[in-house]
């Protein structure tokens, strides 16, 4: 049965949902790259949710597997990429390390992409850090090309923001 992709619900546990980015981020955290997802609090979850629409994968007993936010664009942003009006951002796509390598980010990323093409966006954008190759790698497979770098605050890594136009 295929993983059930829906918009994050005010019942589900956020505290269960930050321990899923926790243990997504982990392999990432061990290549020493401080990811927010490696360690964030539950506050900073429920306010990277809140900063978009948060969506959820749920496997077939019910339980949430992967999580993906689509936000829209900033144009005070940090990341000058990320300005554009015309164009969605996405954000934390998590995936349990159970189900990874099986496609179901590809499916989720897929679902936000269609998502934004919904909401009239004409391109979407995301950015990870450039030390993640098989990530930056990933993303390529996925048609996103990279358009330039930013340096996050506090991060100890250099980010490749990369863009895919849509439709």
């Known amino acids: 049965m295929e993983p059930l992709i829906r918009p994050l619900?005010?019942?589900d546990d956020l505290g269960e949902l930050t321990d899923l980015i926790h243990r997504a981020y982990a392999a990432l955290g061990r290549m020493g790259l401080n990811y927010t997802g490696v360690d964030q609090s539950l506050e900073v979850t429920a306010e990277r949710l809140a900063a978009g629409e948060a969506w959820v994968a749920e496997d077939s007993e019910g339980a949430v597997v992967a999580t993906a936010t689509l936000s829209f664009?900033?144009?005070?942003d940090s990341c000058v990429f990320f300005r554009d009006l015309g164009q969605a951002v996405l954000n934390q796509v998590a995936v349990h390390p159970d189900v990874q390598g099986q496609g179901l980010g590809r499916r989720l990323v897929e679902h936000l992409e269609l998502r934004a093409l919904e909401l009239g966006?004409?391109?979407i954008a995301l950015d990870t850090a450039m030390p993640a190759h098989h990530l930056v790698?990933?993303?390529?497979?996925?048609?996103?090309?990279?358009?330039g770098e930013h340096q996050w605050e506090g991060k100890s890594y250099r980010s490749?923001?990369?863009r895919k136009v849509l439709g």
């Open 160 to 162: 490749v923001v990369m």
């Open 73 to 76: 664009p900033d144009p005070y």
């Open 9 to 11: 619900e005010p019942t």
């Open 121 to 123: 966006y004409r391109t």
């Open 137 to 147: 790698e990933w993303y390529r497979r996925l048609g996103y090309e990279p358009i």
